[in-house]
DNA sequence: GCTTCATGTTTACATCCGTAGTCGATACAG
DNA sequence: CTGTATCGACTACGGATGTAAACATGAAGC
């Protein structure tokens, strides 16, 4: 199976859902956290134990989404990836997958299933007109 | 967003990547398909072997999503679920993901990320304002 | 100096997923 | 009737994922 070099731009690697709830608590910890932390923040939430916590953080850093900084008898992690990254390509991914690359066509689905409520209508508007000038 | 307890008809088991582009397979199709037909739809594309399909849609048929009708030593296959539950679904488990909840975050972040063309923005806003009234 | 605690590393294991080969039954060609 | 092509069912297997225990090591208390 010649596997494709995969998005020359290195390795995005895909960032799992479990991982993903790592990466908000890094994104809203604002600098270096601890993994006790994370564990701290998400753990209650998500039921998880610490050593679960330490899994996902170790394989987040394997993956280059999480570096680490030691910190004497520790380490503290950080995200290496932008929320926004994140976000924007996990959207894209969706739009590709499911309305042909076009993101009107998501909106316009929003729209018709009633996702949409007036208020969010009202506020889309708003953005596309500040957006369009 | 006071959204409903997700479909009291219990379990829409998730469909996987691989599964779902069977899926979109038979939703083209319109009207039932043999493995076969699938096959040929989707097999040159994915370059998937026969027997990868066969899977895909055994898999498919245990999540109930597709049913079958036996057609003599065969079976027809087609979709139990409707293309724009699913594309609704999948769609909302994004916005709550990433987006709390909140659909117009997601318009707002695809026009700031310029993920939308002036073609789409207008689109969109035409779209709107047929939705408002 | 030991005991204990915190912390990263290693190992574990069930399930899902992608991908496909093999098997048993059957329809069809001759 | 016998060989062959089909078809669904069963089996397989490596990698990813969710979840976590066991282990090694150094720090800190006493």
Same sequence: chains 1, 2.
Avoid: C, N
């Avoid at 990836?81 to 998501?106: N, P």
Wanted: no cysteine; proline share 4%.
């Amino acid at each position: 199976m010649p596997r494709k070099p995969d998005t020359a731009t290195q390795s995005p690697e895909r960032i799992s859902d479990a991982e993903h709830a790592i990466m908000e608590a890094l994104w809203d910890q604002k600098g270096d956290a601890s993994a006790q932390d994370i564990f701290d923040t998400v753990g209650e939430a998500r039921d998880w134990s610490l050593a679960t916590v330490k899994t996902l953080l170790s394989r987040l850093v394997q993956k280059q989404a999480v570096s680490t900084r030691p910190d004497g008898r520790r380490f503290l992690y950080s995200p290496l990836m932008a929320r926004d990254d994140y976000v924007g390509g996990e959207s894209r991914r969706l739009v590709d997958k499911l309305f042909g690359g076009k993101a009107a066509s998501l909106v316009a689905h929003l729209a018709e299933s009633e996702a949409l409520t007036m208020d969010d209508l009202t506020e889309i508007e708003q953005i596309l007109k500040e957006l369009k000038q």
